[in-house]
């Protein structure tokens, strides 16, 4: 989820051939929502922003799993790796 504007979105999908929507949040209702809109401090800046959570979504809706610390390097494989247990 993005709070990037939908126009923004598309023209990066566009330009990276990416195959799938991505979902925009503007309004930062559902970011809130699931608790990862808010403060966050960089290089002695603070500023409103998104944590780096993931969360795993079962067919019905139930979240079934929650990954809070992100590693980005290594994060596809890690989910894969968590999906094929």
């Given at each position: 989820?993005?709070a990037?504007?939908?126009?923004?979105?598309?023209?990066?999908?566009?330009?990276?051939?990416?195959?799938?929507?991505?979902?925009?949040?503007?309004?930062?209702?559902?970011?809130?929502?699931?608790?990862?809109?808010?403060?966050?401090?960089?290089?002695?800046?603070?500023?409103?922003?998104?944590?780096?959570?993931?969360?795993i979504?079962?067919?019905?809706?139930?979240?079934?799993?929650?990954?809070?610390?992100?590693?980005t390097?290594?994060?596809?494989?890690?989910?894969?790796?968590?999906?094929?247990?």
């Open positions: 989820m993005s990037d504007p939908v126009n923004k979105q598309k023209k990066f999908c566009d330009k990276q051939n990416f195959p799938y929507d991505l979902l925009s949040d503007e309004s930062h209702a559902m970011l809130e929502a699931y608790g990862v809109w808010g403060k966050k401090k960089f290089m002695g800046r603070e500023y409103m922003g998104i944590s780096r959570i993931t969360y979504i079962d067919e019905d809706g139930k979240i079934e799993h929650v990954i809070e610390k992100v590693k390097m290594s994060h596809a494989k890690d989910i894969l790796n968590l999906l094929n247990e």
